[in-house]
């Protein structure tokens, strides 16, 4: 497979735009307590066209995490507060007759906006849940026969809570696919906790100013494409897909849009690190939070442990030198 060097183009491009994406974090962490890295793949994902899904316990701070990215950037920002009785009109939209004119005229639905807030997915019924699978995959909405585009930078990131708790619907793993990353937050460590504490005291301790543009995003991903992926790396993913679909704790593994997704966010950590190459440290770090969730597991367990079993997968498989 020929494969495209970096060109001195590509390499003052991202020389110009990764410090958009350090200002990013920079200024999601002066929101966020202790929780850089998962503001660094929150960015990740931002940055190469994914989407995020955040399973934890109520009140860690997954809203916040999604509100101080949603501040970060001059952009549209919707929230959906997911429910048993949500349907998907409320989501999508609806078309309304008006009587004067003797015309459906459509009403838009949170889904149109650029960063979008779903919480608490797993509350929603499975027919509301599957309303997201075209918006999110093809970035257009289907209602009453008409085909509609959503904005060019369109960004989901969902919350859910554990499917031990009351009330909540499993996604699907076709749902599940269509999300590059899957984390969870953690409770904070003592000294972070007293952080958190103290900035409540504070007001306006959980505001920030937004630093970068919805242009800066769409040319930043640009961007991404361009940065080198070495053909014994892309070797290196695929023996990894491979070894989960033939490991004897996996009934399901990886799907081919899992890798696909994995050598984009590879290419996104690069570049935020302004590099305009991969190195196999990118894939073994995020590998664990773009397959873990597309992995069946033969023992029922949450999607923290999904991860620490594509860990042990990685421990199996030589990486390039």
């Known amino acids: 497979m020929s494969q495209i060097l970096p060109t001195a183009n590509s390499s003052t491009t991202i020389t110009l735009l990764s410090p958009k994406a350090e200002a ?6 002066s929101v966020m307590v202790g929780q850089a890295h998962s503001s660094r793949l929150v960015a990740i994902a931002l940055l190469a066209g994914g989407h995020v899904l955040i399973e934890d316990v109520p009140g860690v701070g997954k809203t916040l995490l999604a509100k101080s990215l949603a501040m970060s950037i001059t952009a549209d ?17 609806v078309s309304i007759f008006d009587q004067r004119q003797s015309t459906f005229n459509f009403i838009p639905g949170p889904i149109f906006t650029n960063i979008l807030l779903i919480d608490e997915i797993n509350r929603a019924t499975p027919r509301t849940q599957s309303s997201l699978l075209e918006a999110m995959e093809e970035r257009q909405v289907t209602t009453d026969g008409v085909t509609r585009t959503l904005p060019e930078l369109f960004f989901v990131l969902a919350t859910e809570n554990p499917i031990e708790h009351h009330g909540t619907f499993p996604l699907p793993e076709a749902q599940l696919d269509r999300f590059m990353m899957s984390f969870s937050l953690g409770y904070p460590k003592p000294a972070q906790e007293a952080e958190i504490i103290k900035k409540t005291l504070i007001d306006g301790a959980f505001i920030a100013n937004s630093v970068l543009t919805t242009e800066d995003v769409l040319k930043s991903r640009v961007a991404v494409k361009q940065v080198f992926v070495h053909e014994s790396l892309i070797n290196y993913i695929v023996d990894i897909v491979n070894t989960t679909r033939k490991h004897p704790s996996i009934v399901l593994g990886v799907s081919p849009r899992g890798s696909q997704l994995l050598v984009r966010a590879a290419q996104a950590a ?3 690190d302004g590099r305009d190459f991969v190195k196999p440290e990118d894939i073994k770090s995020l590998a664990p939070f ?16 999904h991860a620490e079993i594509i860990e042990k997968v990685l421990d199996t498989v030589t990486a390039p030198g």
């Open 24 to 29: 990013l974090l920079k200024n999601m962490n």
């Open 77 to 93: 920002f919707k929230r959906i507060q997911c429910t048993p009785d949500l349907l998907p009109s409320d989501v999508s939209g």
């Open 290 to 305: 773009v397959f873990g969730h597309r992995i069946v597991p033969k023992v029922k367990a949450n999607k923290v442990n």
């Open 270 to 272: 690069a570049f935020i």
